[in-house]
């Protein structure tokens, strides 16, 4: 199985809204979409760890699929703007290592 790189994610859900007319979503609403499926992940979340479990007639949800979900609103975002998330996230993770170098206890 060949693992999903970050660019192969970009160009699969660019070729996936590029077969339809209305295109990518602006910014605004991908940022409420991406808001929308947050509070999905919540709900997922709160009824697997939290202290309020889902009603007997309520379907099993997925954190999985909420979070791919999320991934897939980034990646429009992402697309929509003409940013590379792979290189996004080599700086973020830069970023994490020098800033919070010292911050956490490492194990030994």
């Known amino acids: 199985m060949n693992d999903l790189t970050l660019k192969q994610m970009q160009k699969e859900v660019d070729e996936y ?8 979503f602006s910014p605004m609403t991908l940022v409420v979409r991406l808001s929308e499926e947050l509070g999905e992940l919540a709900r997922e979340v709160n009824h697997h760890y939290g202290e309020k479990p889902k009603k007997k007639e ?6 999985a699929l909420e ?8 990646t ?12 996004a996230h080599k700086r973020v993770m830069e970023k994490f290592r020098t800033r919070d170098a010292d911050r956490w206890t490492r194990k030994e």
């Open 58 to 63: 309520e379907e099993e949800g997925s954190i």
């Open 17 to 24: 809204i590029g077969q339809f007319k209305e295109g990518y």
């Open 67 to 74: 979070l791919a979900d999320m991934m897939f609103v980034i």
């Open 76 to 87: 429009c975002m992402a697309n929509s703007l003409q940013i590379d998330l792979d290189d």
